[in-house]
């Protein structure tokens, strides 16, 4: 009995195979280049809302917590972030509570952020009030 071998060479299938691996392979690799890029962008720009987030209110915090407040404003800027800080106190002259009661010495404090990010002029505000009474 004879033994037939049924394999014979391919040829021309080599080349093919591997030009279309390597285009398969090139458009994953560009896909996925361009998720991570992406993905870097939207990590480094919410990085830095949260750390405009945690100045603003530290600012409000320690306008909130002074132990005399006063009207008026105050600006500060803050180099290492190049953002500007505006604190605005205000009396809040008349507050009505919900039994029609009047509250006095209320206060608003407010604080705006102006920065630039992504080449675009932001602003951000985050508002405090305060009852005297309670922090005597």
Do not use: C, H
Request: aromatic share 10%.
């Amino acid at each position: 009995m004879k033994v037939r071998n049924s394999r014979r060479p391919k040829n021309g299938f080599m080349m093919a195979e591997v030009i279309l691996a390597l285009g398969i392979f090139t458009i994953v690799a560009t896909s996925y280049s361009k998720a991570l890029a992406t993905l870097w962008r939207t990590t480094a720009y919410v990085k830095e809302k949260q750390v405009i987030s945690q100045i603003m209110d530290s600012a409000l915090n320690e306008a909130l917590y002074l132990q005399r407040l006063e009207e008026g404003s105050t600006e500060v800027y803050i180099e290492e972030r190049d953002i500007d800080l505006e604190t605005i106190v205000v009396p809040i002259e008349e507050m009505e509570t919900i039994d029609g009661s009047f509250l006095q010495n209320m206060w608003q404090v407010t604080v705006i952020a102006r920065f630039e990010q992504d080449g675009q002029e932001q602003e951000r505000t985050v508002l405090g009030w305060r009852y005297l009474p309670l922090y005597r």
